[in-house]
């Protein structure tokens, strides 16, 4: 233990030292005025380039603008001097003496480029493991899996957030590197946004630069300070929706200004594995799901628990079970029946919402729509001498801004299908009057159609059975007492405290759902995926004992081998309520959750906008 600690100190410590030549050598003379900020924007094609044809690459040689570094820290650090003294001295010493003409300085590109790869060879780190976890229907052993992927020449939009998470951003900067070299270093636009970080994120963010300039990836690196002077009269909520969403703003900058439009967006969150992450793009596509999730596994007392309960719902509005990784085929995460048994069979499943780590979005049904990131409003300020406000029994959710996020794409989606339908008809019926109509399923057919089970043989007859009560709007009435965990409040999130647990929650009186009248069982489902075979973990988990739990040998039903192990073929409705856990005051991320169930009508939701 202990020389594991000092080796990874002194990897830190090499880092550190690696960062600051870099830093040294490329950004010592980088601007810091105003002027300096503006050069970092997304350039508009100029006039000639309009006439013509206007580039729409990810070529960092020809825009520097593709590499972008905001809000950096530039006040002197401590020890500063004395590094820079150290660098100079090896620089004059060691490396000057060498460089006589053009062709050796270029040496010393090739050696940075080298001494990187080496860092980041994913040798000794936690991906290094990663090629030789199981992993269902042999994914790991076949190279050439995802040659079709990298073929499609799609640009993707990685995006991370870091909020005094250190520890994982040599890694994601090695599942980056990796991803780079995979779908090519021009197809990625790395976004990451430092949010107010107080430990070496700053040293590590330029080794980031370092490392994406070398490699000629675009980025835009920005810090921001936080949103309230006190971390502890924010709300968290508030707090995420305003990261994410800052996190995105090249993403509609390089729209609107250069018209580049991404296949996907990538949000990293703690650490995955290259592979699995491929997998889950590859999912996201043949399913043209909304989101894809990854499956988020920490480590407690000794064992492996599913965590982020917080954000994720199963289709039936359940929050998952946090279950352990080698729970039996009864108490699994998801509740649901089908659910249930996909994820016993290590197949993605349909859900109402999730995040639970690395998570892959579809920018054409979401944020190219104008969905962002939100939160509710009425909070109660503890930091403001005001009453607490008073709130209806069903008043909106003042959970997560994931959670909002995944009402809004049910939203969306539900109406995108009926403006199609709208377009098809065409008999000059506008939108009010179709959202006075009453029957829309009658408009819809195929959306009840695609409610048939199309494979009968892939599910147990009592998922059938459970498909069909769905299809009739009518859910289980999931109240206390039917499964005592679902809604007992009895939430702890897995997580440590300090990578963003979230405190068990106290329960509110149940409220009975109420009863909609037009089911969401009519409106076109969001496609909403967790991919159960997308570990998402964190330092110190033991990655080999996690993947055998999980996947076990790793050899699965040849029946799935195929495409099956894709698609889900069955899409269901929304769920006509949800287990809403709320936080209903400021107070950081820590601050106390309450939690009901709320009802949720995609009708009433359409006639609200
Ligand atoms: C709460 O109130 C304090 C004091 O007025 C203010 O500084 C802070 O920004 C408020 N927090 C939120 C999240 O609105």
């Not at 040798?123 to 493991?129: I, P």
């Not at 509710?376 to 959710?397: F, I, K, Q, T």
């Not at 009708?603 to 906008?609: A, I, N």
């Amino acid at each position: 233990m202990i020389s594991l600690r000092r080796r990874s100190l002194s990897r830190v410590f090499f880092i550190a030292v690696c960062a600051f030549i870099v830093r040294w050598l490329f950004f010592s003379s980088s601007p810091t005025s105003a002027a300096g900020y503006a050069s970092h924007q997304i350039k508009e094609h100029n006039f000639i380039e309009r006439a013509t044809r206007p580039d729409k690459s990810l070529n960092v040689q020809r825009h520097q603008f593709l590499q972008a570094r905001m809000g950096r820290d530039e006040r002197d650090e401590l020890m500063g001097a004395q590094i820079r003294n150290g660098v100079e001295d090896y620089w004059e010493r060691f490396q000057m003496p060498y460089m006589v003409s053009k062709d050796t300085s270029s040496m010393d590109a090739q050696h940075v480029v080298g001494a990187i790869d080496q860092l980041l060879s994913l040798n000794g780190w936690v991906a290094a493991l990663c090629p030789t976890l199981t992993r269902p229907f042999g994914q790991n052993k076949h190279e050439h899996a995802y040659d079709d992927l990298v073929r499609e020449d799609h640009l993707y939009y990685i995006a991370i957030v870091i909020h005094s998470a250190d520890h994982f951003l040599v890694d994601q900067l090695a599942v980056i590197v990796q991803m780079a070299k995979r779908l090519g270093t021009n197809n990625l636009f790395v976004s990451m946004l430092d949010y107010d970080s107080t430990d070496s994120t700053e040293t590590l963010t330029d080794l980031c630069e370092a490392v994406l300039t070398l490699l000629g990836v675009p980025f835009r690196i920005r810090r921001v300070p936080g949103m309230t002077e006190d971390p502890s009269a924010a709300y968290y909520p508030l707090e995420e929706a305003h990261m994410r969403n800052l996190a995105l703003e090249p993403l509609r900058e390089l729209l609107q200004k250069r018209g580049i439009r991404f296949h996907r967006v990538i949000w990293l969150k703690g650490f995955t594995c290259p592979n699995d992450i491929l997998e889950t793009i590859k999912v996201s596509f043949v399913n043209e799901a909304a989101m894809v999730c990854g499956m988020d596994w920490a480590e407690h007392n000794g064992f492996f628990i599913f965590s982020d309960r917080w954000r994720t719902r199963d289709i039936d509005g359940d929050q998952f079970r946090q279950s352990k990784s080698s729970s039996k085929a009864e108490a699994v995460p998801p509740r649901d029946r089908l659910g249930a048994s996909r994820y016993a069979k290590h197949l993605p499943f349909q859900v109402f919402c999730c995040e639970s780590g690395t998570h892959v979005v579809d920018p054409e049904q979401s944020y190219y729509k104008g969905i962002e990131y939100r939160a509710g409003s009425d909070y109660h300020n503890l930091s403001r001498a005001e009453m607490v406000p008073m709130r209806d029994p069903d008043a909106p959710c003042l959970d997560s801004s994931q959670a909002w996020f995944c009402r809004d794409l049910w939203v969306r989606s539900a109406r995108d299908a009926m403006d199609e339908v709208d377009k098809v008809n065409n008999h000059g019926a506008g939108r009010l009057a179709r959202r006075a109509a009453v029957d829309v399923a009658a408009r819809e057919p195929e959306v009840v159609a695609a409610r048939e089970p199309a494979d009968p043989n892939a599910k147990a007859p009592e998922a059938a059975e459970g498909q069909a009560q769905a299809a009739a709007g009518r859910r289980k009435p999931a109240g206390p007492g039917v499964d005592a965990d679902a809604n007992a409040g009895s939430d702890y999130d897995a997580m440590p405290e300090e990578e963003g647990a979230e405190p068990p929650a106290e329960l509110d009186p149940f409220i009975d759902p109420v009863h909609l009248s037009m089911p969401n069982s009519v409106f076109r489902p969001a496609r909403i995926l967790v991919n159960p075979r997308c570990p998402t973990t964190y330092a110190g988990v033991s990655h080999t004992q996690l993947a055998l739990d999980l996947f076990g040998t790793g050899e699965d039903d040849a029946f799935h081998a195929g495409v099956g192990k894709y698609v889900l073929e069955d899409w269901e409705g929304a769920p006509e309520s949800f287990v809403c856990q709320e936080q209903r005051q400021t107070g950081g991320r820590k601050a106390t959750k309450t939690q009901r169930r709320l009802g949720f009508s995609i009708h009433d939701e359409l006639q609200r906008e």
